[in-house]
């Protein structure tokens, strides 16, 4: 509890300041927002999953792949990992991550771009990979080369900790993705889904890009193409309209309720894909991964009665019914040791 306290006393010190340069540089309101939310405990998330996992990362190199604007890795250098390092796909996240964390701490923090899946570091470098809710949100066709890279930049022995909120062997979950996904493809725009808003939906992501491509094209092919684009991305979502624009040719590629909807931009993230975990670990295996859904544990520290009966309900029902957990919770956590 001493040692709980005294890193409490000291992520709340390091997050004040994050906020105070948020202010003072006057970062994107989404930076600050983070920031304050980090200030105010949401840090203790994070170090609850790495307790989770039950390996020291004392003195080692970690990577928190999907880091957004880098804001857990203050908490790693305070959990004494030797280097934290953040990857992420969104320009803005980079830019304003080196600005706040790399910049004020260069020998300890850094933060690079993955682009097309690729991972600029050497092989074999790194001990600990962290994706939290980062898995659901990589394209398809870039997931395998994100995984082959993460295998490539472990060494022998290193770990991979995956932690999900869409396990979709759960029904409930799935349903709810449903949902989810109908609303950020179709809209309205500010429309609130169960976990999230919906401030621009793909659909009108898409009509923007094909008008500032082509401001003379009239409003019912916008309409149309936009309509039948869903799922493309990128160079190839523009190669489509341009084809249409030049010839009239269209596939039509209308949004299928139950699909996870692409966004149109560059990077083309997801939002939300489901995962079966049973799916990730065969997945995992591939890539040289001998991989494992970790049970309940039984954490007590800073939570209130409700939070810990839950997880005492938990521990216990998997105490009674060994692996019930894979299908009753909405969440997965897995772990993957490298060994090949």
């Known amino acids: 509890m001493k040692i709980r306290n005294l890193l409490e006393n000291k992520a709340r010190e390091t997050y004040a300041e994050v906020v105070e340069l948020s202010l003072r540089d006057n970062a994107s309101s989404y930076f600050q927002e983070i920031s304050r939310e980090y200030h105010q405990g949401l840090w203790k998330v994070y170090y609850d999953l790495l307790r989770f996992t039950g390996i020291s990362i004392q003195d080692k190199i970690v990577v ?90 472990l060494r022998i022995g290193g770990v991979l900790f995956i932690s999900d909120g869409n396990n979709i062997a759960n029904q409930k979950c799935r349903r709810k ?94 939002i939300e894909r489901g995962f079966h975990p049973f799916q990730v670990e065969l997945l995992l295996r591939n890539y040289g991964f001998e991989a494992h859904q970790l049970p309940p544990k039984l954490f007590t520290e800073g939570k209130n009665l409700r939070v810990k009966l839950k997880a005492l309900c938990l521990v216990i029902g998997n105490f009674l019914f060994p692996g019930w957990y894979k299908r009753f919770l909405e969440s997965f956590n897995m772990i993957g040791i490298k060994k090949w």
């Not at 030797?82 to 933060?111: C, M, N, W």
Request: charged share 25%.
């Open 64 to 153: 928190d792949f999907g880091c957004k604007y880098g804001h857990l890795l203050p908490l790693l250098i305070l959990l004494g990992v030797r280097r934290a390092i953040g990857i992420d796909v969104e320009p803005e996240y980079i830019e304003l991550g080196k600005h706040f964390f790399e910049r004020t701490s260069p020998e300890k923090i850094q933060i690079l771009p993955c682009e097309g899946g690729l991972i600029p570091l050497q092989t074999e470098t790194i001990d600990f990979v962290f994706m939290n809710e980062v898995i659901s949100h990589i394209n398809p066709s870039h997931l395998d080369i994100v995984l082959q890279e993460i295998s490539r930049i």
């Open 177 to 270: 993705l449903f949902d989810l996904w109908d609303k950020w493809e179709n809209g309205p725009n500010g429309v609130k889904t169960d976990r999230d808003v919906v401030n621009k939906c793909y659909l009108t992501r898409r009509k923007e890009i094909i008008f500032k491509r082509y401001p003379e094209l009239d409003e019912e092919k916008v309409n149309l193409l936009a309509k039948n684009t869903s799922g493309l991305w990128g160079e190839l979502f523009v190669r489509v309209v341009d084809e249409f624009v030049r010839s009239g040719n269209l596939i039509q590629r209308t949004y299928r309720r139950g699909i996870c909807p692409t966004n149109p931009s560059e990077t083309g993230v997801v």
